[in-house]
């Protein structure tokens, strides 16, 4: 998925729970792209170097990066120091090893997704790649489906919900 269906996906999912913050869920779907994302881009910006064409050719410190923002162990030991801190449970934060790094452990075929760095540089070959356009186009159909059927739910609840007085009191 690309970093942005990520945070389409946290959107349609926690928004139309009203004790969720979906904009914190968004925050953490994209997180991990943005942890190794935005180093890299400057770094190509500063260095003057082209995008690397193959995964191989860029700088090794990105491979720590990257492990580290899509590693189900580091996702859920900053969960847990947020939670010892706050004394407060984030559910928002969920959204990152569930709605990011689970969802790119099957659709990662070259680069494979190390979801138990630094433990282990493990990771299971996708079942396809989010390259594909198939693929890329139901990433986005997906979360839009349930953004409209959640919309278009609200107002069908909406309008057949009927009071009969003010106060909901019936007379007899």
Partial sequence: MTTWTHGLLAFSIYQPFKKYNWKKAVWW??????????PLTIYLLIS??????????????????????HSFVVAFIVIGIVYYITKKFQSEML?????????D??????????????????????????TDKYFDIASYIIPLLIIGFTFF???????????DHPRGVRES
Avoid: C, R
Wanted: glycine fraction near 6%; proline fraction near 8%.
């Fill in 29 to 38: 779907a994209i997180f991990s792209d943005l942890f190794w994302g935005i």
């Fill in 48 to 69: 003057h170097a082209s995008i690397p064409n193959d995964f191989n050719q860029a700088p090794s410190w990105f491979y720590t990066l990257y492990g580290l923002s």
């Fill in 95 to 103: 959204a990152w090893p569930f709605l990011h790094i689970l969802m």
């Fill in 105 to 130: 452990i099957p659709g990662h075929t070259y680069f494979q997704t190390p979801f138990l760095y630094p433990l282990s540089n493990f990771s299971i070959h996708g079942f396809f790649s989010w």
């Fill in 153 to 163: 739910g609200k107002k069908l609840l909406q309008k057949n919900i009927k009071v």
